[in-house]
Structure formats: structure tokens, C-alpha cells
């Protein structure tokens, strides 16, 4: 390979290195340019002479001012360059440029476990929730005896899930941020995956109470010499009560409860469902500055294919879109939904705010190794995961998501947190990279994809798609839609399972949960 650069949009001042050992000194582009020093790999040359104070432009928009004179064929480095302020909430355009509706994509399906809410899943798992950090251990013990004594006899269930979590008490409970937390894992228990209907570990003294957990369902306590079976309804063993006698009581009761579960769940199978059953939660982890070059495009390419089959598509994560809110308020279907997405942008600038932080902590030590100089620079290519259709609706943080089309529900960036409050609505999960991330969620397929080839053949075994064929040009970023889009309804159907699946990769869930702790 020659000397490689990538420019994103024709205004660009800089352009990112392609080649994956980097480029020395002196190194001369086809076009002319020659690098005043060495650059590593994926970061930033300036194309031609920036001054001082002027905007260093990447993805055609601005992403810093030069603080000192940058010749052309510099290493345009993180402390070159001066934070932008961000866009000004109450400035936005509001449903200005609303993209006309993309052409139907009708006759793609996938093979599903319909649920009586309606919902859809792309797995048959038994789930069982605990009110309370207390439980989890038990709840943890009794899930591995399952699995290896009773999920046997059961073929037809791919799993058996503890649904842990390290909320439930210690909380200013009626405090109004605690409505996200419980919110949140309220919708968790409902996911598709687990046939809609949650089943319950309570320890009893707990604030978090069942009845909070689950207000609108009866929740009958399973007694240990006869648990009932209830066909789409709850019911809870709580581990305090007067008839359990010591752990292997609790155990007991627990397994039992789970074997009658498990007998309904696998009387299900698939069925052939169309595509827009799907609901797809989009994510990047560990991002470079080739995540808004390849793996980014690519799923925004497939996202659009998604909403052309009428699926659901959300993408989250507001301190990577906060910096270019700009861009999708224009495209929001109407004012009320554009509205509805600076409302989380400003809920979570008060947020920062009230913690003495603002989004300048975003970006990782990994994140500027890879090339990405700050939050404007990680935004602009965080979006493009979003495609090109019109912004359809806006969900808060924890709220189960019901629209179709594109959906930005409300999450923090961070990883973990971001995949658990998806979990509230997605039956698929797409994941993207640059500098790699080992991440997996037990409760839904986790697709992976590269932003570059290098860490695609480095973790074989762990990446599903490659993407970074696209900045050497060995494939499009067209080409990489249809195959993630393609994948998607394979791991769907349950014909092939990801890297994450097979390895069992399941990272803990964290609810995010801004209020206090007493």
C-alpha cells in the first residue's frame, strides 16, 4: 500500500493516515502533500497551512481552533487544538430539513417468538430479576444449577439469565432521578427475549419492592411447596419469608419456579415475522478516528435499510450527539420532536453540570490514541450511525421505545450503561469499534463490527464484521450495510450466532441512576 489519506467532506483541512504502521517524516501523497513528521496511523495531517484561531474542519464542520500556526504535512495533535463551544439549544433549527420518507424495502423477515404485548423476540430466554443487589448472589447460584440440572430437559430455551444490578436500596427512593433506574429496569424485565413476562427474586425489606417494580402486573409469592403457573403474568419468591428455611430452601424454591417457567417457555418456537418486529439498539465502544470513516457509515447504511422494512432503529449515547444536535434537530419529523431531543440534551447539560463536569470528559485515553482529538471530533462520527432518515420520536431515559423508524432514546455515553437502558426495548444490539472492546449482553445478540482491518484480524475471534475494507478502498460503505443488514436477520432468525453469543461474553447490567444514594 501507498501512502494513504482519508478526507471525509471537500471543506476538510485535515485528513486522517490509512496506513496501519503510520507514515515517517518526509512521507510525499500522490497529490503533492508531504508530512513534516511522522503520524500514526489514524490520526490527523493538516491538508494545507492553518493559522492561528482559525477552525480546524473534519466531517465538513468544525471541530477546534488552531491555538498555533500548523503548517501543511503537520500532525495535527489534541493539543493543537481549542474546544468549540457547543451548539446553542435554544438556536437549533427545528424541523427544517425533514429527509423525505426512503423508499419501502418490503419481503425481509426473520424468524421470531411472537409475544402477547406484541413484541417480538430473538431469543426464548428465561429471565429472572432481582428487586435488590442482596438477592444476586443466590439468584447467581441458582441459575448455574439450572442451567447445568434443568435447562437440559428444555431444548427449545436458549438460556437462563440472572437479570442483576446494584440498585434496589441504600436509594432515596421516592427522589425524582430515581424514577430512572426503576423505569428502567421495570421495561428490562418486559424485554421481548423473555417472552414479556418477568419473573421475580425479592428478598422482602428491600425499598425497591416488587409492587414499585412491577405496578401494574398482580404478583403473587411463590410458595415453596406449590408455585403456580401463570401463563403472561409475574409472580415473586421473596427470600425472607417465614416458610423458607435457610439457603438451600431459597435455592429450591428458586429452581422450582424456574422449572415451570421453563416448561411454558419451551413450548415456543419461531415464526416467520416480518423485518419491522425488529427493534435495534445501535452502540460504539472504544471509537478511533475511522469509527465515523467505516464502521459508522456502514451501520447508518443499514439502519437505513431497517427503517425502509419499517423496523425500529435507536441510537443513543447524548454526550457523542450533544455536539451535533445541530444536524438532527433539522431532520426530526416535526418542531415536537425536535423539541423532545434538545429537552434530553439540556436535561443532561443540567446533569454534567450539577456533578461540576461538562462533556470535555467524554473522550478516552483510548479514544485520543485512536486518532479522536474531542467530544465535537467523537460526536460527528458517532451520528452517522444514524443514517439519513427523519428522526420519528424521542424516549427519555429507561423508556421503553414504541415507535417506528429512527428513534434517539436518551442514555449516557458510557458502554454499559448506555447497553442496559436499551435493553429496555431492543431485541438486537450492534455494536462498533476501533480500538476494540470485548462487550456482550446476555439478554440479546450483540453484533460487532471494526472500524479497522487491523483489529478485525488482531480479534478474529471477537469481531463479526470488518468495515475497515472501506478506507483502503476493498469495499463500500453500501457493500458493509447490506452485509451487517444481512447478519442482522441471521442472528435474528437464530441461524448464526455472534462472537459474543458463542463465547458467552455478558457484561453486568447498570442502570444508570442520577439520584441519591442515602
Same mark, same amino acid.
Given at each position: 500500500m501507498?501512502?494513504?489519506?482519508?478526507?471525509?467532506?471537500?471543506?476538510?483541512n485535515?485528513?486522517?493516515?490509512?496506513?496501519?504502521?503510520?507514515?515517517p517524516?518526509?512521507?510525499?501523497?500522490?497529490?503533492?502533500?508531504?508530512?513534516k513528521?511522522?503520524?500514526?496511523?489514524?490520526?490527523?495531517?493538516?491538508?494545507?497551512?492553518i493559522g492561528?484561531?482559525?477552525?480546524?474542519?473534519r466531517?465538513?464542520q468544525?471541530?477546534?481552533?488552531?491555538?498555533?500556526?500548523i503548517?501543511?504535512?503537520?500532525?495535527?495533535?489534541?493539543e493543537?487544538?481549542?474546544?468549540?463551544?457547543a451548539?446553542?439549544?435554544?438556536?437549533l433549527?427545528?424541523?427544517t430539513?425533514?429527509?423525505?420518507?426512503?423508499p419501502?424495502?418490503?419481503?425481509?423477515?426473520?424468524?421470531?417468538?411472537?409475544?402477547?404485548?406484541?413484541?417480538?423476540?430473538?431469543?426464548?430466554i428465561?429471565?429472572?430479576?432481582t428487586?435488590?443487589?442482596c438477592?444476586?448472589?443466590?439468584? +447467581?447460584h441458582?441459575?448455574?444449577r &439450572? *442451567?447445568?440440572?434443568?435447562?437440559?430437559?428444555f431444548?427449545?430455551? $436458549?438460556? @437462563?439469565? =440472572? #437479570?442483576?444490578?446494584?440498585?434496589?436500596?441504600?436509594?432515596a427512593?421516592d427522589?425524582?432521578?430515581?424514577?430512572?433506574?426503576?423505569r428502567?429496569?421495570?421495561?428490562?424485565?418486559?424485554n421481548?427475549?423473555f417472552g414479556?413476562?418477568?419473573?421475580?427474586?425479592?428478598?422482602?425489606?428491600?425499598?425497591?419492592?416488587?409492587?414499585?417494580?412491577?405496578p401494574?402486573?398482580?404478583?403473587?409469592s411463590?410458595s415453596?411447596?406449590?408455585?403456580?403457573?401463570? +401463563?403472561?403474568?409475574?409472580?415473586? &419468591? *421473596?427470600?425472607?419469608?417465614?416458610?423458607?428455611?435457610?439457603f438451600? $430452601?431459597? @435455592?429450591? =424454591? #428458586?429452581?422450582?419456579?424456574?422449572?415451570?417457567?421453563?416448561?411454558?417457555?419451551?413450548?415456543?418456537?419461531?415464526?416467520?415475522?416480518?423485518?419491522?418486529?425488529?427493534?435495534?439498539?445501535?452502540q460504539?465502544g472504544g471509537s478511533?478516528?475511522?469509527?465515523?470513516?467505516?464502521?459508522?457509515?456502514a451501520?447508518?447504511?443499514?439502519?437505513?435499510?431497517?427503517?425502509?422494512?419499517?423496523?425500529?432503529?435507536?441510537f443513543?449515547?447524548?454526550?457523542e450527539?450533544?455536539?451535533?444536535?445541530?444536524l438532527?434537530?433539522p431532520r426530526?419529523?416535526?418542531?415536537?420532536?425536535?423539541? $423532545?431531543?434538545?429537552?434530553?440534551?439540556?436535561?443532561y447539560?443540567?446533569?454534567?453540570?450539577?456533578?461540576?463536569?461538562?462533556?470535555?470528559a467524554?473522550?478516552?485515553p483510548?479514544?485520543?490514541?485512536?486518532?479522536l482529538?474531542?467530544?465535537v471530533e467523537?460526536?460527528?462520527?458517532?451520528?452517522v450511525?444514524?443514517?439519513?432518515?427523519?428522526l420519528?420520536?424521542?424516549?427519555?431515559?429507561g423508556?421503553?421505545?414504541?415507535?417506528?423508524?429512527?428513534?434517539?432514546?436518551?442514555?449516557?455515553?458510557?458502554?454499559?450503561?448506555?447497553?442496559?437502558q436499551?435493553?429496555?426495548?431492543?431485541n438486537?444490539?450492534?455494536?462498533?469499534?476501533?480500538?476494540?472492546?470485548p462487550?456482550g449482553?446476555?439478554?440479546v445478540?450483540?453484533?460487532?463490527?471494526s472500524?479497522?482491518?487491523?483489529?478485525?484480524?488482531?480479534?478474529?475471534?471477537?469481531?463479526?464484521?470488518?468495515?475497515?475494507?472501506?478506507a483502503?478502498g476493498d469495499?463500500?460503505?453500501?457493500?458493509?450495510?447490506?452485509?451487517i443488514?444481512?447478519?442482522?436477520?441471521?442472528?435474528?432468525?437464530?441461524?448464526?450466532?455472534?462472537?459474543?453469543?458463542?463465547?458467552?461474553?455478558?457484561?453486568?447490567?447498570?442502570?444508570?441512576?442520577?439520584?441519591p444514594?442515602?
Amino acid at each position: 500500500m501507498g501512502p494513504l489519506y482519508v478526507r471525509v467532506h471537500p471543506r476538510d483541512n485535515v485528513a486522517i493516515i490509512v496506513n496501519p504502521e503510520g507514515l515517517p517524516s518526509g512521507t510525499e501523497f500522490p497529490d503533492g502533500l508531504r508530512l513534516k513528521e511522522s503520524i500514526p496511523h489514524a490520526h490527523k495531517v493538516a491538508l494545507h497551512e492553518i493559522g492561528t484561531a482559525e477552525p480546524i474542519v473534519r466531517y465538513g464542520q468544525n471541530i477546534g481552533f488552531a491555538n498555533r500556526p500548523i503548517p501543511a504535512g503537520a500532525w495535527v495533535r489534541e493539543e493543537m487544538l481549542d474546544l468549540p463551544a457547543a451548539p446553542v439549544l435554544d438556536a437549533l433549527p427545528l424541523a427544517t430539513a425533514v429527509p423525505p420518507r426512503l423508499p419501502e424495502l418490503p419481503g425481509y423477515t426473520f424468524e421470531g417468538y411472537p409475544n402477547a404485548d406484541g413484541t417480538v423476540g430473538t431469543r426464548n430466554i428465561l429471565g429472572i430479576t432481582t428487586t435488590v443487589q442482596c438477592v444476586a448472589p443466590t439468584v +447467581e447460584h441458582a441459575v448455574k444449577r &439450572i *442451567r447445568s440440572e434443568i435447562l437440559p430437559h428444555f431444548p427449545g430455551v $436458549d438460556d @437462563v439469565v =440472572a #437479570i442483576t444490578h446494584s440498585y434496589g436500596c441504600g436509594v432515596a427512593i421516592d427522589a425524582p432521578g430515581a424514577t430512572i433506574p426503576i423505569r428502567t429496569l421495570r421495561n428490562i424485565v418486559r424485554n421481548p427475549n423473555f417472552g414479556a413476562a418477568p419473573l421475580v427474586v425479592s428478598l422482602g425489606c428491600e425499598k425497591l419492592q416488587p409492587s414499585r417494580l412491577l405496578p401494574d402486573k398482580r404478583l403473587p409469592s411463590a410458595s415453596v411447596s406449590e408455585l403456580p403457573v401463570l +401463563e403472561d403474568e409475574p409472580y415473586v &419468591i *421473596r427470600l425472607q419469608d417465614s416458610e423458607l428455611h435457610g439457603f438451600g $430452601d431459597m @435455592v429450591a =424454591a #428458586i429452581m422450582r419456579f424456574a422449572q415451570k417457567r421453563l416448561k411454558e417457555l419451551d413450548g415456543r418456537r419461531r415464526v416467520q415475522r416480518p423485518a419491522s418486529d425488529l427493534v435495534v439498539g445501535l452502540q460504539c465502544g472504544g471509537s478511533d478516528a475511522f469509527s465515523g470513516v467505516t464502521c459508522n457509515p456502514a451501520l447508518g447504511y443499514a439502519a437505513d435499510l431497517l427503517v425502509r422494512t419499517g423496523a425500529t432503529v435507536m441510537f443513543s449515547e447524548v454526550t457523542e450527539v450533544r455536539d451535533a444536535v445541530h444536524l438532527l434537530t433539522p431532520r426530526a419529523v416535526d418542531e415536537k420532536v425536535a423539541r $423532545d431531543l434538545i429537552r434530553e440534551m439540556r436535561w443532561y447539560d443540567e446533569y454534567l453540570a450539577g456533578g461540576l463536569a461538562d462533556r470535555s470528559a467524554n473522550p478516552t485515553p483510548g479514544n485520543k490514541r485512536g486518532g479522536l482529538s474531542n467530544v465535537v471530533e467523537k460526536a460527528l462520527g458517532s451520528i452517522v450511525k444514524a443514517g439519513s432518515s427523519a428522526l420519528m420520536a424521542v424516549a427519555g431515559h429507561g423508556e421503553r421505545v414504541t415507535a417506528k423508524g429512527l428513534v434517539f432514546a436518551a442514555t449516557p455515553a458510557s458502554d454499559f450503561i448506555c447497553g442496559t437502558q436499551q435493553l429496555t426495548s431492543m431485541n438486537m444490539h450492534v455494536f462498533t469499534t476501533g480500538e476494540g472492546s470485548p462487550y456482550g449482553l446476555a439478554l440479546v445478540p450483540v453484533v460487532k463490527v471494526s472500524s479497522r482491518t487491523a483489529l478485525a484480524e488482531r480479534w478474529h475471534d471477537l469481531i463479526d464484521v470488518d468495515a475497515g475494507r472501506i478506507a483502503t478502498g476493498d469495499a463500500s460503505i453500501e457493500s458493509v450495510g447490506w452485509e451487517i443488514f444481512h447478519l442482522i436477520l441471521d442472528v435474528a432468525s437464530g441461524r448464526k450466532r455472534t462472537w459474543a453469543e458463542k463465547w458467552g461474553l455478558h457484561n453486568a447490567l447498570s442502570p444508570f441512576n442520577p439520584g441519591p444514594v442515602t
